[in-house]
């Protein structure tokens, strides 16, 4: 039982460098979001996908950029590092159950210098 | 704007009952979710009120009033384990989650 799986757990980059977090789910769920987790704030919407093929942007999309080119995988792309990107990153996804209650992923902590 | 208030830390007795407060402000709702998430961890779903009144599951327990814009959750027989941040979040009229900062809960032998 898999669920959701990011990558990587945890990633050092120099600020400017581009990077990718990885989120791949095996619920075929319809909905993937994809937040971040700053120490003092609720979690916050970066962008989501209600189904393969199109996308949103959420709260704080500026600097992150996604893709939906399936349902299973729904990478999240930082273009050129910033230090105020450092945060914890979840990639969660939701299904047609009757709550939609939100499945999360393990988290991917960066960490930009 | 859209607003989620709860306490940013309590502490209670192993044993004893806690009851964690969520008040919101939001463009509409659409329900109301709780999920714990411990330290180091992946938030996982609790429990989901969208009419008034109590949700009861186990130890745990949610009250909704939509009316006050108020639930509470309520832990009963704490245990060690349940030391962890509680998570309220509010869909709203765009089914969109608004979260609050999380109730960190310490819990004290």
């Known amino acids: 039982i898999a669920g959701i799986t990011q990558a990587p757990t945890s990633q050092i980059l120099a600020a400017g460098r581009r990077m990718t977090l990885r989120c791949t789910q095996d619920m075929r769920h319809n909905a993937m979001y994809w937040y971040r987790q700053d120490l003092g704030l609720g979690l916050r919407l970066i962008h989501y996908s209600n189904t393969a093929g199109t996308t949103g942007k959420g709260e704080v999309p500026d600097g992150y950029s996604v893709s939906r080119a399936n349902t299973d995988d729904f990478p999240l792309t930082l273009a050129s590092a910033v230090p105020s990107q450092t945060s914890v990153y979840f990639c969660?996804?939701?299904?047609?159950?009757?709550?939609?209650?939100?499945?999360f992923g393990e988290g991917s902590r960066l960490t930009v210098l | 704007g859209q607003n989620i208030d709860q306490p940013t830390e309590m502490t209670a007795t192993e044993g004893a009952i806690v009851q964690i407060n969520c008040t919101y402000q939001?463009?509409?709702?659409?329900?109301l979710f709780w999920y714990q998430q411990h330290a180091g961890e992946a938030p996982t779903f609790l429990s989901y009120?969208?009419l008034d009144g109590l949700e009861e599951k186990g130890r745990f327990s949610s009250f909704l009033s939509r009316s006050k814009g108020y639930s509470y959750l309520l832990l009963k027989e704490l245990q060690m384990k349940d030391s962890a941040s509680y998570l309220c979040?509010?869909?709203?009229?765009?089914?969109?989650?608004?979260w609050g900062a999380g109730t960190k809960l310490i819990i004290k032998p």
């Open positions: 979040a509010v869909r709203d009229s765009n089914y969109q989650l608004i």
């Open positions: 939001t463009s509409g709702f659409n329900g």
């Open positions: 969660a996804s939701s299904g047609a159950s009757d709550t939609g209650e939100l499945f």
């Open positions: 009120n969208v």
